[in-house]
Structure formats: structure tokens, C-alpha cells
């Protein structure tokens, strides 16, 4: 109990200390943030040894970090349609695969589901879901497992067979295309 008591009081001094550094930075036009609460603080690594506003740029930050949303139709993985896996753009950790992308007609980036997903099992994915109210009415936050960036919410108005629609912002994304499977110079001589 007294180790709860000593992580709350590091959250609520953590979130004074980054709600004044959010007042006194202006935020770009083009980045219209959601909610600026902190919420539930991260229990991974990440706390107190990476400096997301350092590694990040401006709209990452804002977005992965402070729960924003980028402005529709804006982002650069929407018509993305090369062949790959979207990384989190914070650590790394593989997210989605460029086969389970569509186009929602949304204004975001649309996946059927979450890379590691085993029908409707996310045990072996690397995203969470958190509940979310933000937005006005009741709806499903997903996160990166790894290191607790947000990067969309959740929807149950998708595409058969998941009937799911992640909706993801490409700041929180990057992507790595598939390396073409080319034969080794050896295979090809024989």
C-alpha cells in the first residue's frame, strides 16, 4: 500500500509539472487536441528515462502524449497502400500490418485489427484498449502496450470478419515496408 501511496504522489506531482509546461507552449492550428489530461500515468520504463518532447516533434508529442487527434484527411498514412508493418513512432514496437488497412472514408488511417491479433484475442497484439470519454460519449482508447502512447480509438462499425475499426492517427505511426524476398546471388546461379 505505502508503495501505491508513494507512485500517486510521483503522478499528481508529475501532472502539475506538465500541465504548466502545456499552458505556457502554444499548441500549432494545425493539431486540434482532443484532451490535454494526463489521466492514467504509464508504469513502463518510459516514465522517468525518455524525454518524448525531446524525441519527438510538436504533433507527435501532442497527439501520442497528450491524446490529441491530428486533423482529418491530413495525415500521411490515409492513402498509404504499400505493402509493410506501422510501427508506434515513440518506441518502435509493431502495431499494424498493411493487410488489415482500409479505407473508412473517415479521415484517418482504418485497420481490421491490431498485428498479433488471433481472431478476437489481443493477448499477443501490441496495443491495449483503455475506456475514454473524451470525445463526447462513451468509446475505447488504444494505446501502444509498449509504452502507453495514444494512438486512436477503437470502433465497432468495421469491416467483416472483426466488425472493428481502429482509427489511428499517422503521426503516432511509422512504417517500415515489407523487404522484398529476393533470392541470395547463390540460389539464383544454381
Keep these: 500500500m505505502s508503495r501505491f501511496v508513494a507512485r500517486l504522489s510521483v503522478v499528481v506531482s508529475q ?61 500521411i498514412y490515409l492513402n498509404h497502400s504499400e505493402v509493410g508493418m506501422y510501427h508506434c513512432v515513440c518506441c518502435d514496437t509493431p502495431l499494424f500490418n498493411s493487410e488489415a488497412k482500409y479505407d473508412s472514408g473517415t479521415g484517418w488511417p482504418a485497420f481490421k485489427e491490431a498485428h498479433g491479433t488471433w481472431e478476437r484475442d489481443e493477448s499477443h497484439a501490441s496495443i491495449i484498449r483503455r475506456p475514454d470519454n473524451s470525445l463526447g460519449s462513451a468509446g475505447t ?10 494512438l486512436g480509438h477503437v470502433f465497432e462499425d468495421g469491416p467483416d470478419p472483426t466488425g472493428q475499426r481502429f482509427c489511428i492517427n499517422s503521426v503516432a505511426l511509422t512504417f517500415k515496408p515489407r523487404e522484398n524476398n529476393k533470392p541470395d546471388d547463390k540460389e539464383e546461379q544454381n
Design 15 to 75: 501532472q502539475a509539472t506538465v500541465r504548466s509546461a502545456v499552458l505556457r507552449r502554444r499548441i500549432p492550428g494545425f493539431i486540434r487536441p482532443v484532451s490535454t489530461s494526463q489521466g492514467l500515468q504509464s508504469l513502463t520504463r518510459y516514465n522517468e528515462t525518455t524525454d518524448w518532447q525531446k524525441k519527438l516533434t510538436p504533433e507527435q508529442y501532442v497527439v501520442t502524449r497528450e491524446k490529441g487527434t491530428e486533423v482529418p484527411f491530413s495525415g
Design 141 to 150: 482508447e488504444v494505446l501502444c502496450k509498449n509504452c502507453d502512447s495514444h
